[in-house]
């Protein structure tokens, strides 16, 4: 089988990388230069609530690690999407397969447009995080849905093979418009007031809240050609009480002082309604406010 690179080496990039690796496959992760000396220095450690696991494998800050891969990872931020995307693209070996493990919806497309050629967008249901450089804290799940493309079944064998439970559903972007207004109910909320999901939901009024948001993800979805499943509220709720502890990526991000992506989840909501002439007040208020907070100060 021949190699993987990990582009956009983050929290993750790193745990399926380092699943990847755990199963035998030939990984290199490319990511930031403390990502880099941490894993040379101590391994890439994962904690689960069943213990500690400490992966060895190489990480390469250079984008020009990615020649000669034969699978693409590619886990940016929704905003870094064309610049990480020209940085690969002339290292890029001509068969390469190239997988997009990103937030919100359009991801794929916006890649394919800078690489000239087809990319895979895959849903990404897993709760981890990194608490420091090299140190994963894994919360929960880690299972992936495909889009339908001729690579994808073997790919999801593949992974399957390392642990990573694997779906292929011609379905895909119905998945991640299901994922992008889970984001949208939970992660604005969790950004602004740095708390966990369960705390949020048991605040008083919370729930309106975050139920008027995801009514404003289904109209936007529906005018869009998207059919949203009709449990999805209870889906919503759901994430709140198996990972009431569990703290949005938003969150973690201006916990950090880094660029949220605000922008392609809540964001995103509001500029199609734009496009559509719907009113999204909670989605748009998110949006502004999460820009405030993350804008340094003047």
């Known amino acids: 089988?021949?190699?993987?690179?990990?582009?956009?080496?983050?929290?993750?990039?790193?745990?399926?990388?380092?699943?990847?690796?755990?199963?035998?496959?030939?990984?290199?992760?490319?990511?930031?230069?403390?990502?880099?000396?941490?894993?040379?220095?101590?391994?890439?450690?994962?904690?689960?609530?069943?213990?500690?696991?400490?992966v060895h494998l190489p990480v390469a800050t250079d984008p020009g690690a990615i020649a000669g891969a034969e699978l693409v990872l590619f886990c940016v931020k929704s905003q870094d999407t064309e610049a990480a995307g020209r940085q690969i693209s002339p290292h890029l070996a001509p068969d390469a397969v190239v997988l997009s493990l990103q937030n919100g919806v359009g991801n794929a497309e916006r890649l394919a447009a800078i690489l000239g050629r087809p990319v895979i967008p895959a849903v990404v249901y897993v709760a981890v995080g990194m608490t420091a450089a090299g140190h994963l804290r894994h919360h929960g799940r880690g299972d992936l849905v495909l889009g339908d493309a001729p690579q994808s079944a073997a790919l999801a064998t593949r992974f399957a093979a390392a642990g990573i439970p694997t779906e292929v559903s011609a379905g895909a972007e119905t998945a991640l418009w299901v994922k992008l207004t889970i984001n949208c109910a939970w992660n604005a909320i969790s950004a602004l007031t740095q708390q966990p999901y369960g705390r949020i939901l048991a605040a008083p009024g919370a729930e309106g809240v975050v139920s008027g948001l995801v009514a404003e993800c289904r109209a936007v979805a529906a005018a869009s050609g998207i059919t949203l499943p009709e449990g999805l509220e209870d889906d919503v709720r759901r994430i709140a009480e198996t990972m009431a502890g569990q703290m949005s990526s938003t969150a973690q991000d201006m916990a950090r002082g880094r660029a949220t992506e605000i922008g392609f989840l809540n964001g995103e909501i509001v500029r199609r309604a734009g496009l559509l002439g719907i009113p999204v007040p909670l989605n748009a208020a998110m949006t502004v406010l999460v820009q405030l907070a993350e804008a340094p100060a003047v």
Not at 3 to 15: K, Q
Not at 23 to 45: D, H, K
């Open 1 to 54: 089988m021949g190699r993987i690179a990990v582009m956009g080496a983050g929290a993750v990039g790193c745990y399926y990388g380092a699943m990847l690796a755990q199963a035998g496959e030939e990984v290199v992760l490319i990511g930031r230069p403390a990502l880099a000396s941490a894993v040379a220095g101590q391994g890439l450690i994962i904690d689960r609530a069943t213990g500690r696991a400490v």
